[in-house]
């Protein structure tokens, strides 16, 4: 079994607690207007990696003292897509003592993503909107699955931290924000953090260099004005830290 990687950063301070190795898994099925990796989405396309779960925990191992006090985490595009290589790859992490987290948009849900769940450790979760129309307009996905892992985090108590991307005329708007909010508290059990990212042009490029128009061409960044807005929103409904 090998799994398809876009990419390794070996210095992650952003995706997870403490410094991490960070594998960005090839494909997604999603369509995320706000995107800043287009260039994960499609499963098919050259990566410089192929891997076997023995491979990549070799790869990690490499960088043990420096993480020793963070971890791993998986990321992507979407790597619950390759779910069954994550259960094995997580597997070998925890036997090597490595604190282990998937960032997903939680795109899928199934019996393989319920096996590698055993073996993480932390979820970050995007939730992208509650509006199913806005959703899909965003995404090109419903949001069914999302709930549904979110649910069944709740139900098998895994630490989640829960991250949401503003993005202004979309999802800048203080109802929406609140409505998100109030969401997220039913799961307070469970959910460690909120992380509010910031919409931004940063990847604009990619979307040229591929040939694929840019969904959201003009609409500016968030103003820090804007994203401090939204954590005072969540604030008012959430005991955890929200940044």
Known sequence: ?????????????????????????????????FCHNPDTWNPHREVPYEMTPEELVDEVKRYKNFIRKGGVTCTGGEPLMQAPFLTQFLKLCKQEGFHTAIDTSGAIFNEDVKQA?????????????????LHKQLTGHTRTANQQLLDYLQHIQKPTWIRHVVVPELTDNDEHLQKIAQHVARYRSIVEKVEILPYHTMGTYKYQELGISYPLEGI????????????????QYLSCPVI
């Open 1 to 33: 079994m090998k799994a398809r990687i876009h990419s390794i950063e070996s210095f992650g301070t952003v995706d997870g607690p403490g410094i991490r190795f960070v594998a960005f898994f090839q494909g997604c099925p999603m369509r995320c207007a």
């Open 117 to 133: 769940l055993q073996h993480t450790d932390l979820v970050l979760l995007d939730i992208k909107s509650l509006d199913e129309t």
């Open 220 to 235: 500016p960044p968030l103003t820090t004005d804007r994203k401090e807005n939204a954590i005072s929103i969540f604030k």
